[in-house]
């Protein structure tokens, strides 16, 4: 029955032997947790909480209830959200139980869902701190497999912050060490998902942003083929959640939607909450730009009311930016500003900055619209601002673009390919993506336009 721990459990718990139950129900829960049939997991779990909580007081007894609610927490995880109460509640009754005391891992299993629940909760300041706590923890221990975590932690966070160079650092650091460690890095892939699909996922991402589109996709491809070579439930979800996120900032809409609708089939097979959500909110928005945008805005707004539900926060900037540009496309330009309005508020309250540059692109965009032209550019300055301050070459880019666009408007052909031609001059490679080749297009029209004054600068 090493196989069916559950059944041993089960009549066990029938014969009211009470202790040897309680050991079967803890073997149940974390062979259903290896197996990421993470449901099943937190039925075992459960039971074996009740019974171990029968139990009079004692050490021995806080020991049981520990080791269940060290299993738990990653099962509640991934079946409720990461940002949802009970999840929470899970995470600090463990933190609670195990004091000072404890092992490096079960230190580090508390630090995880505490992360997790600060981070998927909008409290980035506070999930940055728990990475330091991570790092700091490795280090005193020496043990690289808890390093790669709280590295990853460190870009994982970074990245949400803005911070995308040293997003990139760290997550390249997880590399170097799964690289070189990877026989000790295995045995901690109790921490949610492989560290190396987790780091390379959102290194994809910092790369694009970056301005690496090529070399982006290519870690989004290997993280995907990782996964699916792994085969492990939770990992494959994160590589589909990082493809699809890759559209919403970008990159390939017809790639990023087929892996859209498989992450949204694959988090419903496997019960992943909130992977299913973001997966719809991706179909919409992808739907938004493809032009289907009231079809697009109901998929959204499904996806997330449904998140808020589970007190997520995580990423509200993307959403309310995407469903701001996709009501703008339906002629709502009060609307749209109205949920830009509130996605900047949102990016000042909770530091939540990867996406803050084109929010201002965005407004400025709509404002022109509105014939609100001194507001437009400020606001398309300061997206400007935003995106040299982080280093952030692909929202640069969008940012010239629509602001050079504005001026050849008022006749400013110069000025406009004085300011669009160094940004686009940077790139090496992503010449296929759509924005590189309206930038190239329109800095040749900006350049007939211009004149003698052109040629002798480019001269």
């Not at 899970?90 to 092992?103: I, K, P, W």
């Not at 930016?321 to 703008?328: C, E, I, L, N, Y």
């Amino acid at each position: 029955m090493a196989s069916q721990p559950e059944i041993v459990a089960q009549h066990f718990t029938a014969a009211g032997l009470v202790e040897p139950a309680i050991d079967y129900w803890l073997r149940a829960g974390n062979l259903a947790l290896s197996h990421s049939a993470n449901a099943e997991a937190v039925k075992h779990l459960r039971q074996g909480i009740e019974l171990a909580q029968s139990l009079a007081p004692s050490s021995e007894r806080v020991r049981k209830e520990l080791n269940f609610y060290l299993a738990l927490g990653p099962a509640m995880a991934a079946t409720e959200g990461y940002a949802a109460p009970e999840t929470l509640r899970v995470f600090s009754h463990a933190r609670d139980l195990l004091g000072d005391r404890g092992t490096l891992t079960e230190q580090m299993t508390v630090l995880w869902g505490v992360y997790l629940a600060h981070s998927m909760r909008g409290e980035n300041i506070a999930a940055r701190e728990v990475a330091h706590r991570c790092q700091a923890l490795a280090a005193e221990h020496q043990h690289p497999g808890m390093s790669a975590l709280a590295n990853r932690f460190m870009g994982q966070i970074l990245w949400v912050m803005g911070a995308f160079v040293e997003a990139r650092f760290h997550l390249e650091r997880t590399l170097e060490l799964c690289a070189a460690n990877q026989e000790t890095i295995t045995s901690y892939r109790r921490f949610g998902a492989d560290d190396e699909v987790a780091a390379l996922s959102p290194l994809s991402r910092t790369l694009w942003i970056l301005g690496y589109p090529e070399r982006a996709a290519a870690v989004a491809r290997q993280a995907l083929a990782r996964a699916r070579t792994m085969g492990l439930a939770f990992t494959t979800a994160l590589a589909l959640d990082g493809e699809g996120l890759l559209g919403a900032l970008g990159a390939d809409p017809q790639r990023a939607a087929a892996h859209a609708d498989e992450a949204m089939a694959h988090s419903i097979e496997h019960g992943f909450a909130d992977y299913e959500q973001r997966a719809r909110f991706i179909q919409g928005a992808l739907l938004a730009q493809s032009g289907d945008p009231q079809r697009g805005i109901e998929l959204m707004q499904r996806a997330i009311a449904v998140i808020e539900r589970t007190n997520s926060v995580n990423r509200r900037t993307l959403y309310l930016g995407h469903s701001a540009a996709a009501h703008a496309s339906l002629g709502q330009p009060e609307v749209a500003l109205d949920l830009l309005d509130e996605a900047i508020q949102t990016a000042d309250h909770i530091d939540e900055r990867f996406f803050e540059a084109e929010l201002y692109r965005l407004r400025g965009e709509i404002l022109l619209v509105l014939g609100r032209r001194g507001e437009a550019e400020a606001g398309l300055r300061r997206a400007l601002t935003i995106a040299q301050q982080q280093q952030a070459r692909w929202w640069e880019l969008r940012a010239a673009t629509t602001l050079a666009k504005h001026w050849h408007d008022e006749g400013k052909y110069l000025e406009a390919y004085s300011l669009l031609q160094p940004v686009y001059g940077w790139f090496v490679e992503g010449f296929d993506t759509t924005p590189l080749k309206d930038a190239k297009a329109f800095l040749g029209e900006l350049r007939d336009l211009s004149g003698p004054q052109t040629q002798a600068q480019r001269g």
